[in-house]
């Protein structure tokens, strides 16, 4: 607690640094006019972002040491993060009623690792550590179901043309797209495999400086950030294979019709060839 307090002190100076710096990103953010494919500037939603970040962690902060005493507790709020994170990736990937779908990457990809850490007595299934343990795991997963569903979607929706090609060619729906998607949607795991390539030698991730600071010796915080990367490359890889397959499929699409006339209209010219 002293170490921590003496690197970043709670005061009123550090509220004045952060309101700097997010203003600073806001106003950089509107003066280059980032923006999103649809033309959507950034610059308010690093506003947004900001100061959510601040009254949700303030939020998080006052429940944590509450929701810890029970079991139910503690589980509720684990759902609660899954939940939003499935919102938020299902949003900001599709924009539709297909959203739900992400649910299964980040379950599929989160579920067993947690099962997997409770069962083996890892983490504790009624303490602290499976909230911020939890938290890593789902954040991983929402990052990497995001940047894999974009990607692929956004890949399918350049090179629709060479889809349209392997479907009159014979290929199956799933299979034309997979080919497409595929190494859009594989790009998603390089910032976890350059994170882990990297650690030690260009940066030092949160877990391994947060037990330095809680007064653990070097050797047991690097064991920990170890265990939090290979864990995490885990989860993102599941989560990336899982919405390749969905997007492959159908099931994540951008457009309530996505596909259908193009898929009728790639049989009709199949079953004329064959005639």
């Not at 303490?127 to 990497?144: E, H, K, N, Q, S």
């Not at 998603?188 to 330095?212: E, I, N, S, Y």
């Not at 259908?260 to 005639?275: D, H, I, M």
Request: charge should be positive.
């Amino acid at each position: 607690m002293l170490a921590a307090a003496a690197l970043l002190p709670v005061n009123a100076t550090l509220a004045v640094v952060l309101a700097v710096l997010l203003a600073a990103a806001v106003a950089i953010a509107a003066v280059t006019r980032l923006a999103d494919a649809r033309g959507r500037g950034w610059a308010r939603s690093v506003a947004v972002a900001g100061v959510r970040a601040a009254a949700q962690l303030a939020a998080v902060s006052a429940l944590i040491g509450w929701v810890v005493r029970a079991l139910p507790l503690l589980l509720c709020f684990v759902t609660l993060m899954y939940a939003v994170a499935v919102r938020t990736a299902g949003r900001r990937i599709t924009g539709n009623r297909t959203w739900w779908w992400a649910a299964l990457p980040i379950g599929a990809a989160v579920l067993p690792v947690l099962v997997l850490l409770v069962l083996t007595g890892l983490v504790p299934v009624d303490g602290i550590a499976l909230v911020p343990v939890a938290g890593i795991l789902i954040g991983g997963g929402l990052t990497a179901t995001v940047l894999a569903g974009r990607r692929a979607l956004d890949e399918l929706h350049t090179r629709h043309g060479e889809v349209e090609a392997g479907l009159a060619l014979g290929m199956l729906d799933r299979d034309a797209r997979l080919e497409i998607a595929r190494p859009a949607a594989s790009d998603a795991l390089l910032p976890g495999l350059d994170q882990t390539r990297t650690v030690g030698l260009v940066t030092l991730p949160g877990a391994f400086v947060g037990m330095l600071l809680g007064g653990a010796s070097p050797l047991p915080a690097a064991a920990v950030q170890l265990f939090v990367l290979v864990a995490l490359m885990a989860v993102q890889v599941v989560a990336v294979a899982v919405v390749l397959e969905l997007v492959a499929r159908g099931r994540l699409h951008r457009a309530d019709a996505s596909g259908g006339g193009k898929r009728r209209a790639s049989r009709t010219l199949r079953g004329a060839e064959g005639e």
